[in-house]
């Protein structure tokens, strides 16, 4: 089952703004993971938030947890055409990792 | 840098055939997982491997799928017979003993016609 949502869908920008993405879940985490995809392509590791964390930094990436709303946001600023693909919020459940259905992002010229 | 590689990257079929992917982790990864993917949706898991041994296989077709890892380190997962509902992008992954991250193959796009 899919246990991450995000929202919105679908997002189009263009260079140079931020690109926030929302995720909600519905039972507790240790963890909330955040992957990439590029068109066609795998999965590519973003950034990793513990349930005891509530920010956190990776170069123009901003991941916020709020477990109160179970629910993350991740925020690209300065965006760039390369940004363009798809992203995933994944929970950490058990074993193994529960995908939403993803944001897709277009960042135009 | 290490990669998971999965083969083929594409392969088309017609119904009622057997199909075959394969993975190699990332040398030294324990842990195996094999998801597929719908076009439009998030990769779902069909089967996570400890060394050679399966820890989750609930959302594997068993009656069609099967999976194995046999001496712990590559991984094959088998269709027969496949369906048109079995199109779609099959993602190998790998995760080592240190954190939580996985690492993903390109994937085998499967197209049943």
């Known amino acids: 089952s899919q246990q991450g949502e995000e929202d919105p869908q679908a997002l189009s920008i263009q260079e140079g703004e931020n690109a926030t993405m929302n995720c909600s879940y519905k039972?507790?985490?240790?963890?909330l993971q955040w992957y990439r995809q590029n068109s066609g392509r795998g999965l590519v590791h973003l950034i990793l938030?513990?349930?005891?964390?509530r920010e956190k930094h990776s170069g123009r990436l901003r991941v916020t947890l709020d477990t109160s709303k179970k629910s993350s946001s991740l925020l690209i600023t300065a965006s760039r055409a390369a940004d363009t693909a798809s992203y995933f919020c994944?929970?950490?459940?058990?074993?193994?990792?529960?995908f939403g259905k993803g944001t897709s992002l277009l960042v135009t010229p | 840098e290490a990669e998971v590689a999965q083969s083929p990257r594409y392969k088309i079929t017609e119904k009622s055939q057997a199909v075959a992917f394969w993975c190699d982790p990332i040398s030294g990864h324990a842990t195996l997982y094999w998801y597929r993917q719908i076009l439009g949706q998030g990769p779902e898991l069909l089967v996570q491997?400890?060394?050679?041994?399966?820890?989750?296989d609930s959302q594997l077709p068993k009656d069609r799928f099967s999976a194995e890892r046999l001496k712990g380190v590559d991984s094959t997962l088998k269709i027969q017979p496949a369906e048109l509902g079995d199109s779609a992008m099959y993602l190998c992954?790998?995760?080592?003993?240190?954190?939580?991250?996985?690492?993903f193959g390109p994937g085998t796009r499967l197209t049943v016609l």
């Open positions: 992954a790998s995760r080592g003993t240190s954190g939580n991250e996985q690492f």
């Open positions: 938030i513990r349930s005891n964390e």
């Open positions: 039972t507790s985490i240790n963890n």
């Open positions: 994944a929970k950490h459940s058990g074993y193994a990792l529960n």
């Open positions: 491997f400890q060394d050679e041994s399966v820890v989750d």
